[in-house]
């Protein structure tokens, strides 16, 4: 497989990535992923879900996307027509160029460059651009509030975010994605390097930071002021309908998948298994099955951390605007200082 | 201005001068959001006119009337027992507890009185409603506050105790099934073991809505010390039910005044919150639900036998007087203040409803809250538009 590729230029190679990326990776990921959560949150809350499109409601999402498809495209008389129809591109192609960074197996990755942690964290905040352009633009005092809430918040848990990440970077000496995933997996524990070592047993504190931050980020529930359906008549996109709709919609799932796809790289080992399983020594070593077994490793870890988020999400109330500020900057931002320097203290211990 | 009370336009002025007071420290521009008519939060269509500074309320009013039916007026061409068809849509998902003060002061009018076990059935069906009516608002105050989940378990569970009021009336949501002197049917066979079943079913629904929301700490942060309604307040604005009690005003209908109806045969406890905030409030409904599933659980166990209908004359004519019978209902205090000139239907009827008087605290409530605290506030008020505007 990989001597196919070696022979193209690099420009094919890269278009042949994404394209093998979108078909094979994120189209059954998505659906499966869409099916699993919305079944999931009819369990939880005594319904059955979808039933009618397709065995069990697994074509649901082909059937809303028609649906969302067909939608007459509306938007308001005064609405700032241009960045209108733009803001939901945005927040998407935050949501895409973030996937670019992942590493899907040792050769499976669209881009593999060394700030891939800093290149994450710096796309995943162009959402917030999205958000308040389409509060703004809709010309609508709902979704201007919500745009603002939306503003206000990302930013405030951009950077708990961030410094939870660090504590990552620092134990791994790297800010490149698929080497922090190698350090995990050829790591040890006093040791013992049965298990590699997981970042999520080290950082535990930061993994926790992170994944309240990936709420917030995500604007879910008990962060999801800038939708709030039963207040702001969901927020910033009050006036989009039809295929824009549909746009915030993937977005806000896809999301909400590709945090759990960065979380499971920095905390959980990513796509690897531990490399003493197969005397593996290096990333050069390791077999190439692991390029098709590494991503349905990393799809299973994926879906469990989304099922934490949308466990949390379908069971807690929203907060309010400034008890979540309160909780970033007095909590988490504290709490994530504290733990970088517990860590550089440790790691120059040790 | 001229049209406004002085209440009003004090209260009008004083809007104005925080304002003026606002834009001169802050130079800004306060911006006037209009929540509802469609708002989801509103139930229905009631429209809340907020003047905002940013996001803190400065001024706001509550404005009804898009839903007005009419029902005072249209009760003057129906005959007596055909009010109930039409009243029993005031508070619609507690139907069968409108019916009751406007059957009993026709029966006043008449000096009847029904049969002690259609007073028990009457009993039992309308702490039904009242179950029916309330579990839903828990459940709806997790939608509020952003917790989708509660809503779906109050609507399975609630679904149990329209089964039954089903069952015993034929109607769900309508029962319409309150006679002058008695009721229209018997219970149905097994509908006494049913009902004590369900009654289990809602108390562990209660257990389960207290784990799910009461025991959060987000929802305590989102409803503890917000909305505060002191007693004297509470009392001056005439709030009656929950909300009167929330504030630690022990005072319930059910318990307070003599009505032919067996509240007073069975022991059960009144409850009072000292707090007067939106958590005191929902707390406050979560035991009413709990303390109804016992009163029919030991109404059940001491009902009479003997019939369900008293004497009454075919074609039913109310002596002339005038009466006035207030029950305490799901949502507060209900009362019907009835006139007859001696013919076939009544003469005027006034409603008093109790979502009107409780939510005309809207505006002195909700000054100075934030945005997202309207909606909890409103939820812990709890009303329901067909109460507001008959």
Not at chain 1, 106 to 125: C, I, K, R
Not at chain 2, 110 to 134: D, H, K, Y
Not at chain 2, 223 to 247: H, K
Request: proline residues 5%; glycine residues 8%.
């Amino acid at each position: 497989m990989l001597g196919l590729i070696a022979g193209i230029p690099y420009w094919a190679q890269s278009l042949l990535r994404v394209l093998g990326g979108i078909v094979a990776v994120l189209l059954p990921a998505g659906t499966i992923v869409y099916v699993f959560l919305f079944k999931m949150m009819s369990f939880m809350q005594s319904r059955l879900g979808p039933m009618e499109a397709g065995p069990f409601g697994s074509l649901q999402l082909f059937a809303e996307v028609g649906k969302w498809l067909q939608k007459e495209d509306l938007y308001p008389e005064r609405a700032d027509k241009f960045i209108f129809k733009m803001a939901p591109l945005i927040v998407l192609s935050s949501t895409f160029l973030l996937v670019a960074v992942v590493p899907f197996g040792p050769d499976a990755w669209f881009t593999n460059f060394e700030a891939g942690v800093f290149y994450a964290l710096a796309v995943s905040s162009v959402s917030v651009l999205g958000i308040l352009i389409a509060g703004w633009a809709s010309a609508n005092k709902y979704s201007l509030l919500g745009g603002l809430r939306g503003a206000g918040q990302l930013i405030a848990y951009e950077l708990p975010m961030v410094l939870a990440v660090i504590g990552v970077v620092i134990q791994a000496d790297t800010m490149n994605l698929q080497q922090i995933v190698v350090a995990q997996n050829a790591g040890s524990i006093f040791g013992w390097d049965g298990l590699g070592n997981p970042y999520i047993l080290t950082q535990f504190i930061g993994f926790i930071i992170f994944m309240i931050a990936v709420q917030a980020e995500l604007t879910q529930t008990p962060f999801d002021m800038p939708i709030a359906e039963s207040e702001l008549v969901s927020g910033y996109m009050t006036e989009y309908s039809g295929f824009r709709f549909l746009i915030f919609f993937i977005s806000e799932f896809a999301t909400a998948g590709v945090f759990a796809l960065i979380a499971s790289i920095l905390f959980l080992g990513g796509w690897g298994v531990p490399f003493s399983w197969f005397g593996w020594t290096s990333i050069d070593s390791i077999d190439n099955w692991m390029n098709v077994v590494g991503p349905l490793i990393m799809f299973t870890k994926m879906m469990l951390l989304v099922f934490v988020i949308m466990w949390v999400r379908f069971s807690y109330p929203r907060f309010r605007e400034d008890q979540l500020q309160r909780f970033a900057w007095k909590v988490l931002i504290p709490l994530s200082l504290v733990n970088i320097m517990a860590t550089s203290v440790l790691k120059v211990a040790f | 201005m001229t049209m406004l009370g002085d209440r009003q336009q004090l209260a009008y002025i004083a809007s104005q001068a925080a304002d003026a007071r606002v834009n001169v420290e802050l130079e800004t521009e306060g911006m006037t959001l209009n929540i509802g008519p469609q708002h989801p939060a509103t139930h229905g269509t009631l429209r809340i006119i907020a003047r905002l500074d940013g996001e803190q309320v400065v001024w706001a009013e509550p404005s009804c009337g898009y839903m007005h039916r009419g029902y005072e007026k249209l009760t003057e061409v129906r005959t007596f027992p055909q009010v109930t068809a039409l009243v029993n849509r005031i508070d619609w998902l507690g139907s069968f507890a409108n019916e009751v003060p406007f059957i009993l002061a026709a029966e006043q009018l008449m000096g009847i009185e029904a049969p002690p076990r259609a007073q028990w059935i009457r009993t039992i069906l309308f702490e039904l409603s009242r179950i029916a009516n309330v579990s839903l608002v828990l459940g709806d105050l997790g939608v509020q506050l952003g917790a989708i989940t509660p809503v779906f378990f109050a609507f399975r569970d609630r679904e149990y105790v329209l089964n039954l009021i089903e069952g015993a009336t034929g109607g769900r949501f309508h029962p319409n099934f309150d006679r002058i002197g008695g009721l229209k049917d018997d219970l149905p066979a097994g509908f006494i073991d049913e009902t004590r079943a369900v009654m289990r079913k809602m108390r562990k629904f209660c257990d389960e809505i207290e784990g799910l929301l009461f025991g959060n700490e987000i929802f305590e942060a989102r409803t503890r010390g917000i909305g505060v309604i002191p007693r004297d307040v509470a009392l001056q604005y005439g709030l009656s039910g929950a909300n009167l009690r929330g504030s630690g005003v022990d005072w319930d209908l059910r318990r307070d005044q003599k009505l032919p109806m067996a509240w007073d045969k069975v022991d059960w406890k009144v409850w009072t919150h000292p707090d007067g905030d939106s958590y005191a409030r929902c707390w406050i409904r979560l035991q009413e639900v709990r303390e109804s599933t016992l009163i029919v659980e030991k109404l059940l166990d001491s009902l009479p036998s003997g019939p369900v209908m008293a004497k009454v004359p075919r074609i039913i004519k109310v002596p002339e007087g005038e009466a006035w019978v207030s029950t305490e209902n799901p949502l507060g205090e209900m009362g019907y203040y009835v006139v007859s000139k001696g013919e076939l239907g009544p003469f005027r009827v006034k409603i008093r409803s109790a979502s009107f008087n409780n939510i005309s605290i809207v505006p002195w409530l909700l000054k100075g809250v934030y945005v997202p605290d309207i909606i909890t506030i409103l939820a812990s008020l709890y009303f329901i538009l067909g109460d507001i505007d008959r």
